[in-house]
């Protein structure tokens, strides 16, 4: 190798390998401060933009899961009015199949249909006031509620509505029903019977649907944790081996610091042929 003051070789490549070093060892902290082996396109564009469309896929699935917990509270709510309607009814029953009795007197009776009245009328507070976020599945006022499925929002489950309201169909007492006589109470109870029949059907009919959701978000949630988990396999950085190689990139730029340094020296070498 030609000895010149002008063109140093050795420090030229002792440089090349330093700067290669530095490189290696910001990456490699890099890689340690986020925690991630590809933190962006320009690590690996393939393996980046996978992740990319599967966090897109988790972000999807997040908003799955809120519209899921928003359904089933809706639907929840449905259900306590409902059980406590059937609740209402049975007492109901109890009071027009106690005045259908002949051989009770006016005044008696006259109590009884208070005491129906009153629980009639709370079913229509109850039915009125059954809602969460503004939805009343319960009322008539909706006739289906429903939640996404999929993180695209091409599927969808869908929960009908439970018209549980007075006359409404499903209880077919009257919103003014009450009884006078002995003959008006025994129709009653014939109406309230069939009342609560339409009643648990469209109860178990709202339970099948909240049961599907549970059993959705079930899914949904261990759906999104396999996702994150891919998207760890595929991004995430070995600590332990990034540790490793720390170390020994630290050791490398020290032995390249003092390489370049021989290198800097040798032209000094040219000084003794002319002493």
Do not use: C
């Amino acid at each position: 190798m030609t000895l010149s003051v002008n063109t140093n070789a050795g420090a030229m490549m002792a440089l090349q390998n330093l700067n290669k070093t530095n490189m290696d060892l910001t990456q490699v902290q890099n890689r340690i401060n986020t925690g991630l082996e590809v933190a962006s396109a320009k690590d690996n564009g393939g393996i980046y933009a996978i992740a990319q469309r599967m966090r897109s896929q988790v972000a999807g699935y997040g908003v799955v899961q809120n519209s899921l917990d928003l359904a089933t509270s809706v639907t929840d709510v449905a259900l306590a009015a409902g059980e406590a309607i059937s609740d209402l009814l049975v007492e109901m029953k109890e009071k027009a199949l106690a005045a259908s009795d002949a051989s009770l007197d006016a005044s008696s009776r006259t109590a009884l249909n208070e005491d129906f009245k009153a629980l009639r009328d709370q079913i229509t507070t109850i039915t009125s006031n059954a809602e969460f976020n503004g939805t009343n599945l319960i009322n008539g006022t909706v006739t289906s509620v429903t939640a996404l499925a999929n993180a695209d929002g091409s599927n969808t489950i869908t929960i009908s509505d439970a018209n549980m309201t007075l006359g409404g169909g499903t209880v077919t007492v009257a919103a003014t029903a009450s009884f006078a006589s002995a003959g008006d109470a025994s129709t009653l109870v014939s109406t309230i019977e069939t009342s609560l029949d339409n009643l648990n059907a469209s109860l178990a009919k709202v339970g099948t649907a909240a049961k599907s959701l549970e059993v959705h978000k079930s899914f949904v949630t261990k759906l999104s944790d396999a996702l994150e988990t891919g998207i760890g396999n595929l991004v995430d950085a070995d600590l332990a081996k990034e540790s490793a190689r720390l170390q020994s990139l630290q050791v490398k730029q020290q032995l390249g610091v003092q390489a370049l340094s021989i290198a800097n020296q040798a032209p000094q070498t040219i000084l003794s042929f002319f002493g």
